[in-house]
């Protein structure tokens, strides 16, 4: 299993909301094509949150469109190995996954403000 801290990290910067976790989940233990209104069912989203969640998906090599819908892919074995590990922590852990995936918008805006800091020489 790939260290806790680097599966928290990704769970952060990729994975956009706990429920989006759900949703790579629920498409990684069923592979095959999701249309958006079978994924709007099962999770009880709406289309707004099924894009946006597939889009940070994709982005992340998770998940791809295909034929009308979309499908859990991971892009490369290195995708694949932290979709599985982060799932297995997410089991053994789920605080620490939920809290990492919640702080996330803190360490963005945290990145962005250290973006602007003036540096002292």
């Known amino acids: 299993m790939l260290p806790e801290d680097t599966l928290l990290h990704f769970a952060a910067t990729s994975i956009s909301s706990v429920w989006a976790l759900e949703l790579l989940l629920l498409m990684k233990k069923a592979p095959?094509?999701?249309r958006v209104a079978e994924l709007v069912a099962q999770l009880r989203g709406s289309?707004?949150?099924?894009?946006e969640a597939m889009q940070r998906l994709q982005n992340a090599g998770l998940v791809a469109e295909a034929?009308?819908?979309?499908?859990?892919?991971?892009?490369s074995p290195?995708?694949?190995a932290?979709?599985?590990?982060?799932?297995a922590l997410y089991r053994l852990k789920p605080v620490a996954v939920v809290s990492a995936i919640a702080k996330a918008p803190n360490i963005k805006l945290q990145i962005l403000?250290?973006?602007f800091k003036l540096k002292k020489d």
Not at 47 to 51: E, V
Request: proline share 3%; hydrophobic share 40%.
């Open 82 to 87: 932290l979709a599985n590990d982060l799932e």
């Open 32 to 34: 095959r094509v999701w």
């Open 67 to 75: 034929e009308g819908g979309f499908r859990y892919v991971p892009s």
């Open 47 to 51: 289309d707004a949150a099924i894009a």
């Open 78 to 80: 290195d995708n694949e």
């Open 113 to 115: 403000s250290d973006a």
